[in-house]
């Protein structure tokens, strides 16, 4: 059960969040939602233990698979996850993530995951250091890194949410891991191009981007969509600093290897 790749390089996915809708229209945001262009649709569980609040249980999620035909991507935010995949199991989602805060046996949390046809996820809340992936690396499809505290629409970032980002970047990178980021929390219209200049390559958009209440659905995607265009070019602006940067280091490194070399040879002779 090795992780697959489910990002194309230099694509960035948005996964509306489905606790921002119009609850009285739901049927009918929905096909907003589809119609407005964007891939994913992000659907929180959550069990008032693991977080303080509870804004929409499984017949919420049976009338979302009624209603679209999106990807569905849900986020277990809950004690027992074992006991909620097996009840999502029925409706075929397609990307599921857990948090490794809650989860006892996160190997076979994991793998079980992988069991009803979905691809695995490890969400990790903002204090938690990417570290604890690994030794279940290779079972996990996606990173799901929470820029926010879990549990609540339309908070501020944490003051890490940055460094988290580029840390898990860079984790994973040093890893050779082919999981993706999914970014959580504070998606707004004015941190999207940061977030994926940073290595986002999944982004929950909620009340500050494609529910904002200034436009449409629509027009709220084609700005989303025009700000990732910014952050991608600021990403292959950094990558491209980085490799001659470390080119020239090993530059340096090897000038100064020949340098040594030439005094130890003079020495000698």
């Known amino acids: 059960m090795e992780n697959t790749k489910i990002i194309a390089n230099g694509e960035v996915i948005v996964s509306a969040s489905l606790m921002c809708a119009d609850m009285g229209y739901y049927a009918d945001d929905l096909k907003k939602i589809e119609n407005s262009g964007c891939q994913w649709l992000h659907f929180d569980v959550m069990d008032a233990h693991f977080v303080p609040n509870m804004p929409a249980g499984l017949a919420m999620l049976d009338a979302t698979t009624k209603h679209s035909r999106l990807p569905l991507d849900v ?16 409706y075929k989602c397609d990307y599921v993530s857990v948090h490794a805060e809650s989860a006892r046996h996160l190997d076979r949390t994991l793998q079980l995951i992988k069991s009803t046809g979905a691809k695995a996820g490890v969400a990790l809340n903002p204090a938690t250091p990417p570290q604890v992936l690994d030794y279940v690396l290779h079972l996990t499809d996606f990173v799901l890194v929470m820029t926010v505290n879990p549990g609540y629409a339309g908070q501020n970032l944490v003051g890490s949410a940055w460094q988290k980002i580029s840390d898990v970047h860079d984790y994973l990178l040093s890893k050779g891991s082919n999981a993706a980021i999914e970014v959580d929390g504070n998606v707004s219209f004015e941190n999207i191009p940061r977030m994926v200049a940073a290595g986002a390559d999944i982004l929950v958009a909620g009340t500050s981007s494609v529910f904002s209440k ?6 709220n995607m084609k700005r989303v969509n025009e700000l990732i265009a910014q952050g991608i070019k600021a990403r292959k602006l950094t990558s491209t600093v980085e490799v001659i940067k470390a080119g020239t280091e090993k530059l340096a490194t090897m000038r100064r290897s020949a340098e040594t070399s030439s005094l130890l040879a003079n020495k000698t002779e």
């Not at 200034?214 to 027009?219: H, I, K, L, T, Y």
């Open 75 to 90: 986020h277990l935010m809950v004690e027992n996850n074992d006991f909620f995949i097996e009840r999502i199991a029925p």
């Open 214 to 219: 200034v436009a449409s659905r629509a027009d």
